[in-house]
Structure formats: C-alpha cells, structure tokens
Nanobody, 121 residues
Framework: QVHLVESGGGLAQAGGSLRLSCTAS??????MGWFRQAPGKEREFVAA????????YYGDFVKGRFTISRDDAKNTVYLQMNSLKPEDSAVYYC????????????????WGQGTDVAVSS
C-alpha cells in the first residue's frame, strides 16, 4: 500500500500563506486530495485533484483562497493556502483514492499522518 507523507504545516498569521506538500511512496494513478480536522470537529473535505489534473474540486469554504496542484513526476500533491483565517487552523491530511470516491466515500481513502496548521489572529 502506498504511504503518504505531508509537510509544510506550521504557524501563520491571519492573511498569510502556507504551502502544504504530500509525497507518495510510489506512483499515484488516481485522485489525490486534502482534508482537515479541527479539534472537536469532524474531518472535512478541502480539495481534490484527479489523476492528470483534469478535475479539481474544492470545499465550499475555500472560496478561491486555496489552490491544489500535483506533480506526478515527483509523486507529490500541493495545497497553496492564501488569505488564511484563524478558522483554517486544523490538522491537514493528504489522501488518495479513485476520483469517484475520494470525496463521497472517504472511509476508502489512503491517508497520510497529517500536518498541523495554526493560524493566529
């Protein structure tokens, strides 16, 4: 089974930016995405990108602030987060699964260990 390793989390100020990376241990020929979970809340969908990048999807709260991309030569997916808000503070998880299920059936996703993002006001 493929392993996913996230990086790039940390502390940012409100209005600032962070770029998260997720590198897979092997070639990923399916969708990759990001989810997040804040303390006391359920895990929620952030963004997903299909294999080849032709399909990109975002959670409603993103509203143009985040951009997902992938570099299949590096087995890596990125999440560029701009205009960060304190409510974006959460553990961000990378995931991979077929595009048909990565959002609708996340229980089937392969998950990374998560990277912590904290946004101060």
């Amino acid at each position: 089974q493929v392993h996913l390793v996230e990086s790039g989390g940390g502390l940012a100020q409100a209005g600032g930016s962070l770029r998260l990376s997720c590198t897979a241990s092997g070639r990923i020929r399916q969708a990759m995405g990001w989810f997040r979970q804040a303390p006391g809340k359920e895990r929620e969908f952030v963004a997903a990108i299909s294999w080849g990048g032709g399909g990109i999807y975002y959670g409603d709260f993103v509203k143009g602030r985040f951009t997902i991309s992938r570099d299949d030569a590096k087995n890596t997916v990125y999440l560029q987060m701009n205009s960060l808000k304190p409510e974006d503070s959460a553990v961000y998880y990378c995931a991979t699964a077929p595009i048909q299920s990565i959002i609708l059936d996340p229980a089937r996703n392969v998950w990374g260990q998560g990277t912590d993002v904290a946004v101060s006001s």
